[in-house]
């Protein structure tokens, strides 16, 4: 049966095959983007290269879902979507917060002043962008692809190592940052798995990021931070994150991790885990037409 189909048929069929191709579907047209519009003079580069990029990353997921996976993009449906991505920001905010009053409760965050408020602006297309493109990819492409192969467990395990992999050229970059970044991935996943769409995660991820660049001025995954808020951290690393910044601490595994089983919770309540293969060589289904 698998033979008789067209050989261009057979390898859209492999999932690796699918996520290498929506993985380049997703990047390309962004550093396209992003290496085209530096021929434009830089005082005419203010925040929306970044914002095109995000939008040329949305349409290329879009035209991989729709021509190579043939089928309908409801992960990105409109339906619903600012409520779920109000949600999401919520979430993320929460998140922040409750991280953040910690460290300052235990002295490892110390406000010392503040800077223009014009400074908000400034990481706000860039975390647009960020958190498009790392849901996208990490979220519907990778673990949406594994989920579909060998199951939910198995997706979540995977799809983290390889999130947390791709945060180890940072500056930083720990044992303890690693284990954070697992938990923010988790978290990430579950709200993905528990409404089977982008936009709680995206939400999430954008207000975490968002927040603690631009509000706060705290570094995320050893990215300097640019803030309003000037914050200065102390006392070991492993509560204040050290270079790695507030990713790398013990607090911030915690509240992600909280938020994490319960969003994981509520997606399995839902009926929303994948306990068996879904997609395989050979298989009949919508990519094999």
């Known amino acids: 049966m698998t033979a008789s189909l067209p050989l261009r048929t057979r ?4 999932p690796l095959t699918l996520a290498i191709l929506g993985i380049l579907a997703t990047i390309v047209p962004m550093f396209v983007t992003l290496g085209l519009t ?18 040329f990353a949305v349409a290329g997921y879009r035209l991989y879902v729709t021509h190579l996976e043939r089928r309908p993009i409801s992960e990105l449906a409109v339906d619903g979507a600012g409520r779920e991505l109000l949600h999401g920001l919520g979430i993320g905010a929460l998140l922040v917060v409750a991280t953040s009053s910690v ?46 192969s060998w199951g939910t467990k198995i997706a979540l395990v995977v799809s983290t190592v390889i999130f947390v992999a791709s945060h ?21 996943s579950g709200a993905y798995l528990a409404t089977n769409r982008l936009w709680l995660p995206i939400g999430m991820h954008f207000a975490w990021n968002f927040l603690n660049d631009a509000v706060f001025a705290v570094p995320v995954s050893g990215h300097p931070a640019r ?7 102390s006392g070991p690393e492993w509560l204040s994150g050290g270079a790695y910044g507030v990713e790398g ?25 994948m306990t068996k293969r879904m ?11």
Not at 173 to 179: Q, R
Not at 249 to 259: E, F, L, R, Y
Not at 279 to 289: F, Q, S
Request: hydrophobic letters at 55%; a neutral charge.
């Open 38 to 55: 530096e021929l434009v003079p830089k005082a005419l580069r203010v925040g929306w290269p970044m914002l095109l990029a995000a939008g």
């Open 168 to 188: 180890m050229p940072n500056e930083g970059f720990s044992v303890l940052g690693a284990l954070m970044t697992a938990a923010a991935s988790l978290a990430l």
């Open 227 to 233: 803030g309003w808020v000037q914050i200065t951290t």
């Open 103 to 148: 460290l300052l409760a235990c002295g490892a965050f110390a406000v010392t002043g503040t800077a223009d408020p014009i400074v908000l602006l400034k990481p706000l297309p860039e975390q647009v962008m960020v958190a498009c493109f790392e849901e996208i990819v990490f979220r519907a492409i990778v673990f949406g692809l594994l989920q579909k």
């Open 11 to 14: 390898i859209l069929r492999y």
């Open 279 to 289: 997609v395989r060589p050979g298989d009949e289904g919508a990519l094999a037409h």
């Open 249 to 273: 601490s013990v607090v911030t595994g915690i509240t992600w991790t909280i938020a994490a089983v319960m969003l994981l919770v509520i997606a399995h309540r839902r009926g929303h885990w």
